[in-house]
């Protein structure tokens, strides 16, 4: 009894104990939440790897994924904090929230702590001496993007952008503050994950950032002054872009990204020509019979029948995340993309791995980087642009006529070969549409860069690492131009020559470049130096070799007519170089930078090989003095002081300090008695060429305001450059031509810089940022001879459609490269030119050379750049803008095809013309006259997107996301052709951007 008795206590204390527990659990049990949401910044945009964790409690915590998505498990007395590098931390009570949760974390900009990454290396922005703009993937131009450079039109002070036209995949003219060049590369130097290219284009690729999958770019540093260049030497005069490829990250969980894009181009405008009916009756009004006989009767819109409506698409899909010692991510990318020209058409496939594994403690951290693309093209000729603008509109396209039969049914102007043949007319306008359709020019790159970083940081030395980068970029670019037997084209005339006509034309290109870089890092903080200092020191090995093959152009039918002498040739170039750079920091407010670079080119002769390019920057981090440190109205001031030396020798040939011989072609042959030879024919060179020297002077002032909401920069700078290269007349004798590449001249650039990044509104459903640039620059030549010569006009370049070797530009001491040089033309009364009269500017009474004047340049005065975001909740609205202002454009369409003898041609045909014609009345052409230089300012909306974030979906596995952009929405100008944005300010056979929408559908998992 007393024994069940005790069982019975027993078990009844076991069950109290189970009841207490059990109540203890299901009270912890109802106060536990699931906390979930996103972070984001105060754009709008995720933030990947933000630690959040549970306040007061150690080892509770998680972190978001790349969508900036979090969950966890939490009690509702509980509170998170979310810590993020560069944010200011933030915490939260969880029983005041409601999930899901949308938190904005705010840019600390007190500690500026965003890592830029600079030449061989990388320093937090607040401790930036040099002026470096960075744009991060969230800033990137919307739309249809083909090559890396479209990304940042207009964002960024300074740095100016011209697309080279609207085909596919084609290049853009970068200039960052202006040119400093007359005759080598004004291009800046790309380096894309440590690796500098080379600038030129492979054959067989529309341009040479076309290999590179903007989607896989994960930021653009664009390196201005010569503080921050002069470490890259002997290829930084035009400054710097560096390319970081987005990659992996430690503790960053798998993220699965696809993406899609379709789009739809259309020609925005046409140019501005007469209809065959208008053709009619002018050519009816001058009343010359034999031109009258000639008249269709058609009304024939040439500029329709070659341009259509083109499709597009952009797929993308990525996988990244790591293991816990290996980082990675892989993506591909397929681009397919037609061109508003009819027969355009660009095919893409891209492929990237990034691996980063850590070893040894993470003391040893090797990068990997693999980018592959392979590209095929179906070129259209240009020369279709200028045919349709000329093309007799009263004829019709296509023509049943027995004699067109055997050539398609192509209507053409006519002629006869010396067997009585029917063959297109000598120098007569071809059929546009037959050009593009009977030529078939297709091409096809492939491209691999591949490159190592090893870092090991050394156990027993604390802040000393060494680096070692290597690199190999490999390209072959090949194709084949194929002109059928009766094709309609010049290439028909080859019959005269060798039986049936037509063209076979092959072509191929190998490129590489192989790089080794080699570099120590020391890094000390201490208070015994007051502060911190970087220590960097290295080598680097750089060479380039092309192999570009020969290969007989022969007709369609097989039949040789031009067999090349060598199989191919092999141009190499290489640089070595050494190169350190000092940082130190003083208290944490003074800032000191000084670099210098040492580059041998094996361009120059060993006397003059070599090149040291020193600079030094100076940095006052004022906000952090005491009588502003607490002055909550200022976030940031800095003021920024730099000079350096940067050098050229890109865009120069390989051998240029050393006579080269070549051999003649099998078309140019000397006969020596009876028998014919090639001969060698030597070229030009001089022995003492050297590097020209660009020396730029920088002062520049960071600031911000409002706690960070209003923040951006202030630059002004001179570059003065030496030794420019220049091509000059020589004596006859003096050399194996009488025109010589030397060093003889100097030049200027002047500008100033703005930038204003402002955030008006920032709550938690509304968000409005507005990003402002400002760029003025001007350029002057201030010598081009060694001896002051009053009577030397300059060189004449800028060559135009018409005439026989027209230019109308020039380099001139005192004036911008390429003004434009031409004769002032005289008006009447009502404002009419009055033709063939011009000024006599010198008034000795004739007119001549000493008559023309400088009369404007293409180059801008001022850019402008307006970026504006607005975001409510999911859906935001976002817009890019660009002005430029006081340059000017030559009008070769007009010049060429605005004249009554441009209608009545002389040979003896009609052509089509512009309605300038009207304006001017001229009858004969005046290709020298100022009438056709016209002023290019405009205002254009790049792109306008509309885009809705539906965050994570189907319980928290799928984030989506949809966008509507609008790209070249609108232009306002006064300028009557096409666009009023040409390279190199010659308005000629422009291939128009056309118009752009596009809808994209944006997945992650």
Request: with cysteine; proline share 4%; net charge neutral.
């Amino acid at each position: 009894m007393n024994k069940n008795s005790s069982i019975l206590k027993q078990a009844l204390r076991l069950l109290a104990l189970l009841v207490v527990v059990s109540g203890s659990a299901l009270s912890a049990l109802a106060q536990s939440v699931r906390a979930y949401g996103v972070v984001v910044d105060v754009e709008g945009s995720p933030l990947p790897g933000v630690t959040v964790r549970v306040t007061d409690k150690t080892g509770q915590g998680t972190i978001t994924d790349m969508d900036g998505n979090f969950s966890i498990q939490v009690e509702k007395s509980d509170r998170l904090t979310f810590t993020y590098v560069g944010f200011v931390d933030q915490t939260i009570a969880v029983a005041d929230q409601t999930f899901p949760l949308r938190l904005v974390l705010h840019e600390d900009s007190e500690l500026l702590d965003e890592v830029v990454v600079i030449g061989y290396g990388s320093v937090q922005k607040k401790d930036l001496t040099g002026s470096i703009t960075t744009i991060s993937s969230k800033d990137f131009q919307k739309g249809a993007i083909a090559t890396p450079d479209q990304l940042i039109t207009g964002k960024i002070a300074g740095v100016q952008i011209v697309p080279g036209g609207g085909a596919p995949g084609s290049g853009a003219m970068i200039r960052i503050r202006g040119g400093a060049s007359l005759n080598a590369s004004n291009n800046p130097l790309i380096v894309i994950d440590g690796v500098p290219m080379e600038g030129s284009t492979l054959p067989g690729a529309p341009s040479p950032l076309s290999s590179i999958n903007p989607a896989d770019i994960e930021s653009m540093n664009v390196l201005k002054d010569a503080s921050a260049t002069a470490i890259y030497g002997s290829r930084a005069s035009n400054g710097v872009i560096i390319i970081t490829t987005k990659k992996g990250s430690l503790g960053q969980p798998i993220r699965v990204q696809a993406s899609t894009r379709f789009s739809v181009s259309t020609p925005r405008k046409y140019v501005d020509v007469y209809t065959g009916d208008e053709i009619r009756a002018i050519v009816k009004k001058s009343g010359e019979q034999k031109y009258i006989d000639m008249l269709g009767k058609e009304n024939t819109d040439w500029q329709k029948a070659i341009y259509q409506t083109a499709l597009g698409t952009d797929n993308n899909v990525s996988i990244s995340g790591a293991t816990s010692w290996l980082p990675y991510r892989v993506s591909v990318g397929y681009y397919d993309e037609k061109g508003i020209l009819k027969t355009d058409h660009m095919q893409r496939v891209t492929g990237d791995l990034s691996l980063t594994p850590h070893f040894l403690n993470d003391d040893l951290t090797v990068t990997l980087n693999v980018k592959g693309s392979y590209t095929r093209n179906r070129y259209a000729d240009k020369g279709a642009i200028d045919g349709a603008v000329r093309m007799d509109p009263t004829q019709p396209i296509m023509s049943n006529e027995a004699i067109y039969k055997p050539f398609g049914g192509y209507w053409f102007l006519t002629g006869t070969n010396d067997k009585g043949q029917v063959i297109p007319r000598s120098l007569a306008p071809r059929n546009p549409l037959a050009l593009l359709m009977e030529k078939d020019d297709r091409g096809t790159s492939g491209r691999i860069i591949a490159n190592s970083m090893i870092t090991y940081k050394l156990p027993f030395v604390k802040g000393l690492s060494m680096n070692l980068n290597l690199a190999y970029d490999y390209g072959v670019g090949q194709g084949r131009t194929y002109i059928p037997v009766n094709a309609p084209l010049n290439e028909y005339t080859n019959q005269n020559v060798v039986g049936k006509g037509g063209l076979d034309k092959k072509y191929r290109q190998e490129k590489t470049n192989k790089l080794l870089d080699f570099y120590v890092n020391y890094k000390h903080e201490s208070k015994a130096i007051l502060g911190s200092l970087d220590l960097m020191a290295g080598y680097s090995y750089q060479d380039w070799m092309t192999k570009d093959y020969k290969y007989s152009e022969k007709t369609a039918g097989g039949i040789e007519y031009n067999k090349p002498v060598f199989p191919y040739d092999l141009p190499r170039n290489t640089l070595v170089s050494f190169y350190g750079r000092v940082n130190y920091s003083l208290l944490d407010r003074y800032l000191f930078t000084a670099t210098v670079r040492a580059d041998g080119s094996s361009r120059f002769a060993p006397k003059y090989r070599w090149g040291v390019f020193p600079s030094l920057a100076l940095a006052w981090k004022i906000k952090e003095e005491s009588f502003l440190k607490e002055v909550d109205a200022i976030s940031d001031l800095k003021l920024r002081l730099g000079y350096g030396m940067t050098g050229q020798q890109d865009g120069i040939a390989n051998y240029s300090y050393q006579s080269v011989y070549s051999l003649s072609d099998n078309q140019h042959k000397y006969l020596f008695g009876d028998k014919w030879y090639n001969m060698y024919k030597p070229a030009a060179y001089d022995a003492e060429i050297k590097w020209e020297q660009t020396a730029t002077s920088n002062i520049g002032l960071d600031y911000g305001f409002l706690k960070g909401r209003l923040y951006g920069s202030i630059d002004l700078y001179v570059k003065h450059t030496k030794d420019l290269l220049n091509t000059i007349p020589v004596p006859a004798g003096a050399n194996f031509s009488n025109r010589l590449l030397t060093n003889i001249g100097s030049m200027t650039n002047r500008g100033a810089e703005l930038s204003v990044n402002y955030i008006p509104i920032e709550t938690k459903d509304w968000n409005w940022v507005l990003n402002f640039n400002a760029t003025y620059n001007q350029t002057k030549i201030t010598q081009l001879t060694q001896v002051e010569d009053p009577t030397y006009l300059g060189a004449e370049v800028g060559g135009i459609s018409g005439g026989t070797g027209q230019n109308v530009q020039i380099h001139s001491v005192g004036y911008e490269p390429y003004s434009f040089f031409v004769y002032k033309q005289v008006y009447d009364a009502k404002g009419k030119p009055i033709e063939g009269v011009f000024a006599d500017l010198n008034g000795d009474g004739k007119i001549d050379n000493y008559d023309k004047y400088h009369c404007g340049k293409p180059a801008p005065d001022f850019l402008f750049g307006l970026s504006t975001s607005l975001r409510y909740k999911g859906l935001t609205l976002s817009t890019s803008l660009r002005a430029n202002t006081g340059h000017k454009i030559y009008d070769n369409v007009s010049s060429d095809n605005g004249t009554l003898t441009s209608i009545k041609n002389p040979l003896g045909w009609i052509s089509n013309a512009t309605h300038d014609y009207s304006a001017s009345g001229f009858v004969n052409y005046h290709y020298l006259s100022d009438y056709y230089v016209r002023d290019a300012s405009f205002l254009k909306m790049d792109n306008l997107t509309l885009s809705y974030d539906f965050g994570r979906l189907f319980h928290d596995t799928v984030g989506i996301n949809l966008g509507a952009t609008v790209q070249n929405v609108f232009t306002l100008t006064s300028y009557k052709g096409i666009d009023p944005e040409v390279s190199g300010g010659i308005d000629h056979q422009f291939y128009p951007i056309p118009r752009t929408y596009s809808l994209s559908l944006g997945l992650t998992f």
